[in-house]
């Protein structure tokens, strides 16, 4: 695999410079959970206490965030980071936009959360909506224990069940985009999903639909679209070609483009690492 960037000494110790792959950029004690990255930094839930650590984009610790609950859900773009804290049945968001602080409301559940430029869509019971620049706007009416998975300029679109919706954000009505997914996410205008004989992508805009990939049979993912390619945990979808992008198991990851960023566990700690998404495999 292709090196990129410095080793960087965080919190606990030196990271591994083997020649399996990238070094990490950061290093931090304990188990780091959902991993997001704007235009400033990497967030990740801290396991340990359940709040959100933030990082430079070379991986220099700048602190904490400040929460007051347990944090389940987070989100970042542009200059956004969005994230979810609960407290028995009740929920709220906390947004940071441009160095200043909100907050929304108290919602009736765990809410699913996913940042744009546009700023922090959430899904609620019966609810898809819009916290912007002229606040909560709702956008859509889902199915009760629909998860949001993506939104962009004309539709939000949600898993229910096995079958992947899309809500017209002007006019609220509902159309199935594909009736069988194991589990999909939705990005710059493609919808990836899994299906037992493996990986598809599907064109929002044209409807074509094709096998993209095929990690090992049983291989338990999330899915995650970067540049052209897919990833399934280790595994990359790239030109019809899937190859182990990753040696060891990932925790979580995210991208911006084609920029790549995931974790893994080492030790008792987590490393943190990136690269690009499409770069060939040697």
Not at 119 to 137: H, K, M, P, Q, R
Request: negative net charge; glycine residues 12%; contains cysteine.
């Amino acid at each position: 695999m292709i090196r990129h960037g410095l080793v960087l000494l965080l919190v606990v110790s030196a990271c591994g410079t083997d020649d399996s792959g990238p070094p990490a950029i950061a290093k931090v004690s304990g188990k780091l959970g959902t991993i997001a990255v704007n235009n400033t930094s990497i967030f990740a839930i801290d396991t340990t206490d359940d709040s959100i650590i933030e990082l430079g984009l070379d991986g220099t610790m700048i602190g904490k965030l400040p929460t007051t609950m347990k944090v389940t859900g987070l989100a970042a773009a542009g200059d956004v980071v969005g994230w979810v804290e609960v407290e028995g049945s009740h929920s709220i968001i906390q947004r940071r936009k441009a160095g200043t602080y909100d907050t929304l409301g108290t919602l009736v559940f765990t809410p699913s959360i996913v940042a744009t430029i546009e700023g922090v869509f959430y899904s609620d019971t019966g609810i898809i909506a819009l916290w912007g620049d002229n606040g909560a706007e709702r956008l859509a009416t889902p199915a009760a224990g629909a998860t949001l998975l993506g939104v962009d300029s004309s539709y939000a679109y949600t898993l229910e069940g096995t079958s992947v919706q899309r809500y017209d954000r002007r006019m609220d009505m509902k159309e199935e985009v594909v009736a069988t997914a194991m589990g999909a996410t939705v990005k710059d205008g493609y919808l990836a999903y899994k299906t037992g004989e493996g990986v598809r992508i599907h064109d929002l805009f044209t409807k074509f639909d094709a096998l993209f990939g095929m990690p090992p049979a049983g291989y338990e993912c999330s899915l995650l679209i970067a540049g052209r390619a897919v990833m399934c945990g280790q595994y990359r979808c790239l030109e019809n070609v899937t190859e182990k992008l990753v040696d060891k198991p990932v925790l979580s990851a995210t991208s911006v483009g084609r920029n790549l960023y995931w974790t893994q566990a080492s030790g008792t700690g987590t490393e943190i690492f990136t690269t690009d998404a499409e770069a060939k495999i040697e």
